[in-house]
């Protein structure tokens, strides 16, 4: 009987602390992945919008439809300025309770930035500015919903301030949201089965995108191209590249989809490593509810495939 009282209990703490809207909330997401996670809290009772269909977030630009949606929205999620600068002013404008800023969640894991070695930015005189609100070094690696725990943390977020603007339809949304979780316990189970047998296996990728990934199931890279992924690296870098994937016997060199640098052939010329693709964001991908299921499968589909050097 306890057990019955305690979720309309939870609701109704949930709900006295929030404003209230008279019908399901107009929801922006800002990127695939996170509007994955929205889609299944609110499966059944509405849906979402997702604001980048392709492309990246660290070079996207606001359209006046865009910019239309977030005045009419009712919650933004993204993550925050250290992925999504351009949305920074907006968020502002909503007002308090109509945005979710990911970033802050208590319990998040956001490893740090890695530095030195093949982690390290180029700091040449040609270089342009680093400007463009990437990660930076006090507040740790921004692409959280690479790692499955950060993942049900966030769907958890959204199921609390969904149900927060919408009571009525509160029991759906949590209900939706402890479905979604437990899917993701399983996901997790059967991506640590995978990957373990690559686990030592060295490599480089092109951006720093994936760390979150890479930590949760103890993988192996070694370095990236660039760390900042619209900044190509001078010839001394690629030649500092080339040495170090010869000297850490990386297996693979994996580049996205996102960025194509037409450098990477120079890179393995005359080696054995291999190149596969890894894409942190799903872009490709049809949105709605299983794209992060999809994403996830993806990566380690790539990783095993290229990483994998049982006959």
Known sequence: ???????????????????VIAAPPQVIVSI???HALASGVLEG????????????????????????????????????????LFLTHSQQNLGAGRSLTLIDLPGLHRPALRHGGLWAEETTETAPAHDHGHDDDND?????????????????????????????????????????????????????????PVQQQPYVVFHDAFQPFEQHYDLHPVGAIAIDPERRPGARRLQEIRDVLLQAKAVCLFREPQFEPRYVPLLIEGTQVRTGILDPLGSSLTPGPELYFDLLRNLTDSLVSCLDETP
Not at 5 to 17: G, T, Y
Not at 69 to 79: G, K, R, T
Not at 143 to 166: E, G, Q, S
């Open 45 to 84: 009772v509405t849906t979402a919008k997702l604001l980048i269909q392709t492309g990246s977030p660290h070079s996207y630009s606001l359209r006046p439809s865009d910019a239309r949606a977030l005045q009419e929205a009712d919650l933004l999620i993204w993550v925050g300025p250290q992925l999504e």
């Open 32 to 34: 695939p992945p996170l």
């Open 140 to 196: 740790g690696d921004a692409h959280i919903w690479l790692d499955p725990d950060n993942a049900a943390l966030i769907v958890k977020a959204i199921a609390d301030r969904v149900t927060a603007l919408d009571p009525v339809n509160g029991v759906r949304y949590q209900q939706n949201g402890a479905d979604y979780i437990h899917r993701l316990r399983s996901l997790d189970h059967e991506l640590k089965t995978r990957l373990q």
């Open 1 to 19: 009987m306890k057990k019955q009282l305690l979720l309309p209990f939870i609701l109704f703490s949930i709900v006295c602390s929030q404003p």
